[in-house]
């Protein structure tokens, strides 16, 4: 405990002394005036490699390649425009030990200690802030605490926003961190950048133990994370505790594992005994809320459905009483986007994008809008009420303007106010509470508070309903339940004309397997081979993890069950079969019957277990011996001619021949080599060059001095590009 206890404030003091000064020559001076990362950039600009900010033994800085600063053990600065300094406490052990180690690390006037209010605190958290309050102010009088609070309630944004689930897990920022760096921020203030120690340790999740114990821009681009006792573990925080003397929360002393908020998503049945029995006034108001949810929604068996907490598995807005709508439609000249009930004037958010000039004509505005040098007519057509609009964009298919547009339009149609992207904000032009204001003059249009988010609003994101779904086009019940299986392709490959008649499948695995071919783009309506089938034959002989990879991209274009997977399913993300079960049923529903969405679950589960799509392509790999616990990883290995197959599948579908690296990360795009695979930035940025360094190039891959451009040839189709690398 000794080594641990030294080595995490020796950890904490050296991070604060390179964060807050150059060097000793520099001991009255900010860091802030040498911005070592801008330094990186020109350097990296001019060698054309990542370049880091080192800190050296001798208390001096350097900037060197970051291949060598990782393998020489140098520690990464990651930032060195640091204003504040601050402790973050929860009320929990982990935060209370750092909370400690910090007093022993630093001097108390130069950092502070924060809090934040969820309203969904434990009381005896709440009890414990105001003893270790007073415990370190009688130490150290200097120590200033803070206690950061939303505006508003946590059940009022319960109405407004939905029950926090395990797919939206808004609470955490509304309540807790937006409230937390407002409260050090002025208003109007431009961006500062914090340092924030937090108790976060690897053994709680497997999520935390790929952590870095320095992290930026985690939740929020400012903010710095540091983390002392990342691979501390239980016991070893207890000892701490204990050998300190501390104050310490009494939850844990009946039994909670974790001390965090008194009804959470990710909580366990044991968490949810222990609030019961020993805080249930406290939790009276949240129950109440959920029965009288269940009692609106009709939901049958209400004690086993807020027992098994079946209420938070909730993966979109279809049963919220929201009435906002938005319906997109696109054609090669303009955009189109027809709002109901939206929260606000999409001009209100429409200036964080760019300049624009309106001229008012009734009830329709014609209005122009200025974007990186260029300016584009829009109209907008309200109807009865100023929340009822048709918004037009007249933009000749310009891929990232309509990408910020739809944006603009979730901002302004699902705004609450809830202040979480306010934060992005690097010059303080933009407010959100109590009115959303941009002060154009500070406005810079660097579109972080757009990018904010999946979809650029948190609240637009936990309420969009499913798309509606057309059911003309779109058959669930052709699998049966049955998938896809690697024998039966195989089977069929080697000899696709005598297959249907000699097979050894059952009468109802027939059909079910039709289906899967047909959406494989193998066989046609007809159940005849397609050329692309022809050429699955030469593959399957030379490359059958090829085949599978091209397999896969077809279906997440033609399947609707895979498509639905890999839209709603994230990277490594647990999940388990009852979740895939009720995100179905509430995605398909009530197009489809819940008996024939169960069967189609099945028949994909079945694709997945029983080909290589599932395990050597890891959209479907099991976390446990039991196989309980399921995972979609991220799977990097992507022969370059997938990668080609995928991305002239993308541009024919977009009616592109140009992209960005960056349009195919965008978190809204629902195409695209990385939806279907999740494969890494920089692993694809390897497969362009080999691609587009190849004698006979499908493409041309522009991946130096800041581009990311990928031009592909119009003279190509999917499969021609494809025959053409094979």
Known sequence: MFVLENEAIEFIRDTYTAYSKVNKTFDKADANKMDFEAMAERVEKKSKQKMAVVKQDCESFDIMPLEAAQKEGKRVLLSTKIDRFIASFSGGKDSQVVLDLCTRAIPPTDFEVIYSDTGYELPPSLSLYEEIQKYYKDLFPALKFHTARNHESVLNYWDKIGTPSDTHRWCCSVMKTA????????????????????????????????YNRIGKGVKHRFVVNARPILLWNTTEVFLYL???????????RVGKPRVGCILCPFGSPWDDMIVNNCYHSNLKPFLSRLENMVEERNIPNKEEYISERKWKMRGSGKFSDSL?????????TKWEAKVSYSQKDVLTWLSA????????????????????????????????????????????????????????IYKSAYCIN?????????????????????????????????????????????????????????????????????????????DPESFWKDNYLGVKQVPSFKAWLKDAEIIDENGHITDFGELCVEINRDSPTLLWELIHINLTYNSPLMRWF??????????????MDRLATEYFLPTFKETTIKYAVQALVQTFK????????????????????????????????????????????????????SDLYREEEVNGVYKEFGIARNDLLRVLRYLSSDSNRVLIAELSMGLEHITLREDLSPISALKSLL
């Not at 009830?363 to 037009?392: A, C, H, M, P, T």
């Open 418 to 494: 809830c202040e979480s992207c306010e934060l992005e904000c690097p010059t303080g032009a933009l407010s959100v509470y109590p009115d959303v204001s941009i002060e154009t003059t500070r406005c810079i249009h660097c579109h972080k508070c757009l990018e904010y988010h999946d979809v650029g609003c948190i609240v637009a994101d936990s309420l969009l309903k499913p798309t509606v779904i057309n059911t003309s086009n779109m058959k669930i019940s052709k699998y049966g339940t049955f998938g896809i299986h690697q024998e039966w392709v195989d089977q069929y490959l080697s």
């Open 324 to 332: 906002t709508s938005i319906v997109i439609s696109t054609s090669s």
């Open 179 to 210: 409230p937390l760096y407002r409260a050090l921020l002025s208003k109007g203030q431009k961006q500062r950048h914090f340092i924030a120690f937090e108790g976060v340790r690897a053994e709680e999740s497997v999520k935390r133990s790929d």
């Open 242 to 252: 204990f050998g300190h003397d501390l104050p310490i929360n009494s939850a844990y």
């Open 610 to 661: 029983y080909s290589p799509i599932g395990e050597e392509l890891k959209q479907f790999e099991s976390q446990d011996q039991k196989g309980l616990s399921l995972m979609r990883l991220p799977y990097s290995d992507l022969s370059p001619e997938a990668v080609a197959y995928s991305l002239y599948k993308y541009g024919k579908t977009k009616e592109i021949s140009m992209l960005r690296v």
């Open 566 to 579: 890999v839209l709603t399913f994230g990277f490594a993300i647990l999940f388990d079969r009852k979740s």
């Open 353 to 408: 994008l760019g300049k624009y000039s309106v001229k008012y004509k009734g009830n329709q505005v014609l209005g122009e809008l200025s974007y990186k040098d260029e300016v584009f007519n829009f109209s907008i057509d309200y109807q009865s009420k100023i929340n009822d609009y048709r918004f037009i964009l007249y933009d000749n298919n310009n891929i990232q303007l309509r990408y910020l547009i739809r944006r603009v």
